[in-house]
T-cell receptor, first 118, second 111 residues
Framework: GAVVSQHPSRVICKSGTSVKIECRSLDFQATTMFWYRQFPKQSLMLMATSNEGSKATYEQGVEKDKFLINHASLTLSTLTVTSAHPEDSSFYIC??????????????FGEGSRLTVL | SQQGEEDPQALSIQEGENATMNCSYKTSINNLQWYRQNSGRGLVHLILIRSNEREKHSGRLRVTLDTSKKSSSLLITASRAADTASYFCATTRSNTGKLIFGQGTTLQVKP
């Protein structure tokens, strides 16, 4: 299957700093990528839809100024957690859909990035 | 709430037994997928069933879909200790293409 790479896999930062997480589709192009957050022992919650060349669309309750998303190319989306606080500590997972698969093709997931804010 | 519901939330069985997990959702869908997640790891795609399909098999996995009841089930036959993981159903919304996850079932298979 197609490969989605996330980096870093783990990051620890101090409260108040910003952290950037990258999501790359390695062997396909993706006009749309999705960012999820998962707290311990919970399910994945969709945070936002990242659209190549345009603004991301955020789910209800997700602060767009807190979680900055940039989708600069067909293979890269970045999520920046700005002014991170301990409550932002979570597992962040991105996913991407091959653009040729249309709106409902299979999504491929990255391995996730575990953020710990001290 | 974004999510549909899954039951049971937790399931513990002996190796060799079958495990059945159920998933319900709220809106119209294009397809429904099942994923596995080992603790602290990413997701592994197991199987996709389209809205016009009623049953699908893949190895030891059997998935059913009842769109009239907005529900699906995942059956793992002859379970193994390596099947221990969390299992999530996820539905693709017809209009947005978003993939929304259920709450998940934590499966423990005892050797």
């Amino acid at each position: 299957g197609a490969v989605v790479s996330q980096h870093p896999s783990r990051v620890i930062c101090k409260s108040g700093t910003s952290v950037k997480i990258e999501c790359r589709s390695l062997d396909f192009q993706a006009t749309t990528m999705f960012w999820y957050r998962q707290f311990p022992k919970q399910s994945l919650m969709l945070m936002a839809t990242s659209n190549e060349g345009s603004k991301a669309t955020y789910e209800q309750g997700v602060e767009k100024d807190k979680f900055l998303i940039n989708h600069a190319s067909l293979t890269l989306s970045t999520l920046t957690v700005t002014s991170a606080h301990p409550e932002d500590s979570s597992f962040y997972i991105c996913s991407a859909r091959d653009l040729v698969a249309g709106n409902t093709g299979e999504l491929f997931f990255g391995e996730g990035s575990r953020l710990t804010v001290l | 709430s974004q999510q549909g519901e899954e039951d049971p939330q937790a399931l513990s069985i002996q190796e060799g037994e079958n495990a059945t997990m159920n998933c319900s959702y709220k809106t119209s869908i294009n397809n429904l997928q099942w994923y596995r997640q080992n603790s602290g790891r990413g997701l592994v795609h197991l199987i996709l069933i389209r809205s016009n399909e009623r049953e699908k098999h893949s190895g030891r996995l059997r998935v059913t879909l009842d769109t009239s009841k907005k529900s699906s089930s995942l059956l793992i036959t002859a379970s193994r200790a390596a099947d221990t993981a969390s299992y999530f159903c996820a539905t693709t919304r017809s209009n947005t293409g978003k993939l929304i996850f259920g709450q998940g079932t934590t499966l423990q298979v005892k050797p």
